[in-house]
């Protein structure tokens, strides 16, 4: 079966911009996870969907925002981007949440100008 | 609060020789401890997990072993190869909400010298 497809794989924007980022979970999975992860800071959790609502929500600002959509997909936006924000946005799908298995997209490389 | 420890943050093994990663975890309610490995500009992928009803889980040259009274598990490699080189991180299920989460332990670069 098809994996879990992030879109899109580069980004590069402009400070104070927003972006929004795609997550095509495996289907039959429901929950949807976003995690940042930058150099030496490992995997930060950024929040968690199942079944079209927020179950989980990491401790980042306001700016960081998500959605699933009836069909499992995802979207996370960040809003007025900073410099900071410039990471590897992976999401990752499993069939109920903490207790399974996570499968990892590729991720989106976003870079911050 | 919700925390996984990991360590060391690097490691370096000569080929041949065995590899240790220990991780903490805080919440005593934890059930589910996965171990996740990223090799370079690549997605993370499951490599072993154990539930905390098994105290050892073994696959092939891998192990986990899960010490629930001290709330540490550790991930043995051996026989180590170069294609063992990456990046490991552990991960406990937290309670969080009324639903389990997975929090990720800070990762560990596993550098196998041939």
């Known amino acids: 079966k098809a994996g879990v497809t992030q879109t899109p794989r580069y980004l590069i924007k402009t400070r104070g911009q927003q972006v929004t980022l795609s997550c095509s979970p495996i289907?039959?999975?429901?929950?949807v996870s976003w995690y940042q992860q930058t150099p030496g800071q490992g995997l930060q959790f950024l929040f968690e969907y199942f079944s079209e609502t927020q179950r989980n929500k990491g401790n980042f600002p306001g700016r960081f925002s998500g959605r699933q959509f009836s069909n499992s997909r995802s979207e996370m936006n960040v809003s007025t981007l900073e410099l900071g924000d410039s990471a590897l946005y992976l999401c990752?799908?499993?069939?109920?949440?903490?207790?399974?298995?996570?499968?990892f997209g590729q991720g989106t490389r976003l870079t911050v100008v | 609060g919700e925390n996984v420890e990991q360590h060391p943050s690097t490691l370096s093994v000569q080929e041949g020789d065995s590899a240790v990663i220990k991780c903490t975890y805080s919440?005593?309610?934890?059930?589910?401890f996965p171990w996740y490995k990223q090799e370079l500009g690549k997605r993370p992928q499951l490599i072993i997990d154990?539930?905390?009803?098994?105290g050892e889980k073994k696959d092939q040259r891998i192990a986990v072993t899960l010490n629930k009274t001290a709330k540490h598990f550790s991930l043995h490699i051996t026989e180590t190869q170069p294609e063992d080189s990456a990046v490991y991180f552990c991960?406990?299920?937290?309670?969080?909400?009324?639903?389990?989460?997975?929090?990720f332990g800070i990762g560990t670069k596993l550098q196998v010298i041939p």
């Open positions: 991960a406990a299920s937290i309670r969080s909400g009324g639903y389990q989460k997975v929090t």
């Open positions: 289907s039959g999975h429901r929950s």
């Open positions: 154990i539930r905390s009803n098994v």
């Open positions: 990752a799908s499993s069939f109920d949440g903490g207790n399974t298995e996570a499968f």
């Open positions: 919440d005593s309610a934890s059930n589910y």
